[in-house]
């Protein structure tokens, strides 16, 4: 089986300053055999990280829909945010990318969904995310788990790592596969290796967003 860490941002996400060649690093030091980096509405990242570690990175993206983030793995061309939910689901199959949905039920952030908006979704997605280290409340988590084991929806675990010492906080052990299809072949018998990223982990997205809007500010002064 491989290790895969489904959910992790590099400097292309507004919110963080990670770059690329760092998250590698710290993935190889921690031996885990692939890393989908899912930066927010941008492949920008990914493709960068793609170039220097092919057999390591899987593109893939983190896109704000009007009612919640999709997580999206396997994606060849962007999709742009605050679009329907049903249009990114539509735009990513067109890529045969693995769709799963980001922190479902975490009430603290924006890319949270409603359950009602959430269930419309249900039969057109690969996934839900039912573990993600940096939720903060426990609950959340267990609700997108108990979700899942109610509708028979395969689950996903991420680190969501903005700052490399956070990556591989959260993996899923897998059988090996190739591509989108075979992911989706296997993601059911994967094997959650899951750990809690206490709220200071937060401090390096929030830093970095203050920092860049701080950057923005002083270019256009």
């Known amino acids: 089986m491989i290790s895969v860490e489904f959910h992790c941002h590099t400097y292309a996400s507004k919110d963080c300053l990670t770059r690329p060649a760092d998250l590698i690093a710290a ?14 509405n941008s492949i920008a990242g990914a ?37 329907t939910p049903q249009e990114t689901i539509k735009r990513l199959k067109a890529q045969g990318s693995f769709i799963s949905v980001s922190h479902p039920f975490d009430e603290l952030r924006e890319g949270g969904w409603d ?20 939720c903060m409340i426990p609950r959340f988590n267990r609700r997108a788990e108990l979700f899942a084991q109610k509708y028979n929806i395969a689950g996903t675990v991420g680190s969501d790592a903005h700052a490399a010492f956070e990556v591989g906080r959260s993996l899923l052990w897998l059988d090996q596969f190739s591509g989108p299809d075979e992911m989706r072949s296997v993601i059911r018998a994967g094997i959650p290796r899951v750990k809690w990223s206490p709220p ?12 860049k809007k701080f950057s923005v500010c002083f270019k256009n002064s």
Request: hydrophobic share 50%; glycine share 2%.
């Open 200 to 211: 200071w982990f937060h401090l390096a997205s929030r830093s970095a967003s203050m920092i």
């Open 47 to 83: 493709s960068e990280a793609k170039a220097i570690a092919s057999e390591l990175v899987i593109i893939g993206e983190e896109i704000m829909t009007s009612k919640g983030e999709i997580l999206a793995a396997f994606v060849s061309e962007e999709v742009p945010p605050f679009l």
């Open 27 to 40: 993935a190889r030091r921690k031996k885990i055999d692939r890393i989908i980096i899912t930066d927010h």
């Open 115 to 134: 359950e009602t908006d959430l269930l419309e979704i249900l039969p057109f997605v690969d996934a839900i995310e039912v573990y993600n280290s940096r």
